[in-house]
């Protein structure tokens, strides 16, 4: 089965635990999903005044880790329309990956969180997703099959280019049950798709 790295940062939270549920759609596959973060690039005392959240779980990876999965997910809230420097930072540090091209031919897929719904959700995945091609990588969304994207009674995240989900501007927000359900589909539909390109 195939191996699939979660990779997320994460300020406030929302994006952790998005990217459970995406390793969680990944595991009902029978594939081995593995959950990590990029370092924290902002001084201790400066995250904690702005309460970021600062107890997370998932091991800090370190960019060789990439080469070791079959598929990588990344995701990261949104800064302005784009990722955040958090995870650019850490893609940028890949280029010994993309001189062996140790990622071509490899799954890539995203996931992000905005503060409104037209807060640059899908700028934001593109962003990521631009990355991931220049690695070579086989781009996988979030297709119109997870029907929850096309819910219009409630505030929902979804973009055939990823699962997201829409914070608030103070951040209260916490992804729904919809936001959840998008990415447990993602990981899902990554996880299969990657077996069928490993198998």
Do not use: C
């Amino acid at each position: 089965m195939p191996k699939i790295l979660v990779l997320y940062y994460s300020a406030y939270g929302h994006i952790e635990a998005m990217a459970e549920h995406i390793a969680e759609g990944a595991r009902s596959t029978g594939a081995t999903a593995d959950v990590m973060r990029v370092p924290e690039l902002v001084p201790d005392d400066v995250a904690r005044a702005q309460h970021f959240k600062l107890d997370q779980q998932a091991p800090i990876a370190k960019p060789d880790d990439l080469a070791n999965y079959d598929a990588v997910i990344v995701g990261t809230g949104t800064r302005f329309g784009r990722m955040s420097s958090q995870m650019a930072s850490f893609l940028d540090q890949t280029g010994g990956l993309w001189m062996k091209g140790a990622l071509v031919g490899k799954v890539g897929s995203a996931f992000t969180s905005t503060a409104s719904q037209h807060g640059g959700q899908e700028t934001t995945l593109f962003s990521i997703i631009t990355n991931l091609l220049h690695q070579g990588m086989v781009i996988v969304g979030l297709p119109y099959a997870f029907q929850g994207q096309l819910k219009i009674d409630e505030v929902s995240g979804g973009s055939p280019y990823g699962a997201t989900t829409i914070t608030g501007g103070n951040g209260a927000r916490q992804p729904s049950d919809n936001d959840f359900a998008g990415a447990f589909f993602q990981g899902k539909h990554v996880a299969e798709i990657t077996a069928k390109l490993v198998g």
